[in-house]
């Protein structure tokens, strides 16, 4: 393993305009898996034992300023330039002057991995003469020359190969690179600009993997999110109260006038009671007694939404994913059809999720028992979760 002595600074790059993927979005921050693209790489490279210091590059509208609380190797958030060399000397400007090695990865590869940076740290180690190191994978397919219409020129070179980041290199030499490009002259990475001005220099290519694909296009997203290593988990929740004469009627955070309320140590919102039960049950955390209390003044006459926000915000739901979320209410009365929708709107909002992920619905059952009598509200809720499991949270 690498020397804990030996410093590895880290530019990550998040600084292009992204115009093939949205003209209204920005690709590193867009959510994945409810986590900005760019925090999975912070992650990896705040996780990894050998990396002293991190520096982003991007727009600082998109960048918030909380991060450098939630990453502490984070030390500079530098703006991004016209170009990609431009960018990656704003960051390196920023990096820890006792840095001896420099790490250089773009944002829009998040599902980079600790064990893979490792690797590379030992081997730049191990072999101590080489400039660098990157990441390649080999091209199978057949590739064709397209500047003719209608009549395509295949290639039959040597084998190639696509490379990929994170690339590693010498802070040295490419520090002395970038000094001898002092107009910025763009290159497609630094392997090209210190090749151009160090012709001796040498570059080991090491196996790369499809999950360091980079997000280029909306195509590019969808197969990073099928690459995502997710745990699908089923929840079941189930609660029923009466009717309590002198307190409002709350469902899923919406008073709804004119009816008694429920019974409960909170506002008696036996629907989204129900909600939450699914959900910890989902993530085996028990259920609503054992996880926030019974009879406590923590519960005592609070907004049942309340407890929605304090799991949300709970270590166990950060790399929770909802992906749909099932009610059936049995009720006589009220008749629910009109306030559905004002419920989803409520809980979606609560839950950052769409409005689309939710489903409610509402039967008398006929009359039977305490709930079809007229007595009280039961609800039933089923909730299909996504658990992220990323190797380098923690």
Not at 251 to 272: H, Q
Request: hydrophobic share 40%; net charge negative; charged share 20%.
């Amino acid at each position: 393993m690498p020397s804990l002595e030996h410093h590895f600074s880290v530019v990550i790059v998040a600084g292009g305009l992204g115009t093939r993927f949205s003209s209204v979005e920005n690709k590193t921050t867009k959510l994945l898996y409810g986590l900005p693209v760019l925090e999975y790489s912070l992650q990896a490279f705040q996780s990894c034992p050998y990396v002293t210091d991190i520096i982003l590059v991007g727009e600082a509208k998109v960048i918030t300023k909380e991060l450098s609380t939630r990453y502490s190797k984070l030390t500079g958030v530098r703006a991004g330039g016209k170009t990609r060399t431009e960018s990656v000397w704003n960051g390196l400007q920023a990096i820890d002057s006792s840095a001896q090695y420099v790490f250089i990865h773009d944002a829009a590869r998040p599902l980079l991995e600790v064990s893979f940076i490792n690797r590379m740290a030992e081997q730049i180690l191990l072999q101590n003469h080489l400039t660098g190191l990157f990441p390649v994978l080999p091209l199978y397919d057949a590739l064709k020359n397209l500047d003719r219409d209608y009549f395509p020129v295949t290639y039959e070179g040597q084998p190639l190969y696509r490379t990929q980041t994170p690339q590693l290199f010498q802070w040295s030499a490419l520090k002395s690179a970038f000094m001898e490009n002092v107009s910025l002259q763009p290159f497609r990475d630094e392997i090209q600009m210190i090749q151009h001005f160090r012709k001796e220099s040498q570059f080991l290519a090491i196996p790369g993997s499809y999950h360091l694909e980079k997000i280029t296009t909306l195509q590019e997203w969808h197969l990073i999110e099928k690459l995502v290593p997710t745990e699908s988990c089923i929840g079941i929740g189930y609660d029923f109260h009466y009717f309590l004469t002198g307190r409002d009627l709350v469902l899923g955070g919406i008073t709804i006038p004119g009816y008694e309320g429920l019974e409960g140590d909170s506002d008696g919102d036996v629907y989204i009671h129900s909600v939450l039960e699914a959900l910890l049950g989902a993530l085996t955390l028990g259920d609503m007694g054992s996880f926030f209390g019974v009879g406590t003044p923590e519960v005592m006459n609070k907004k049942s939404t309340t407890f929605l926000q304090q799991l949300c915000e709970n270590e166990h739901f950060k790399n929770v994913h909802i992906k749909h979320i099932d009610t059936t209410i049995v009720c006589k009365k009220p008749v629910l059809k009109s306030w559905i929708p004002a419920m989803k709107k409520n809980i979606s909002q609560h839950l950052s999720i769409s409005e689309n992920q939710i489903n409610i619905k509402s039967t008398t059952d006929k009359g039977m028992d305490a709930a079809g009598e007229g007595k009280g509200i039961r609800c039933i809720t089923v909730v299909l979760l996504d658990i992220i499991r990323r190797s380098y949270a923690g």
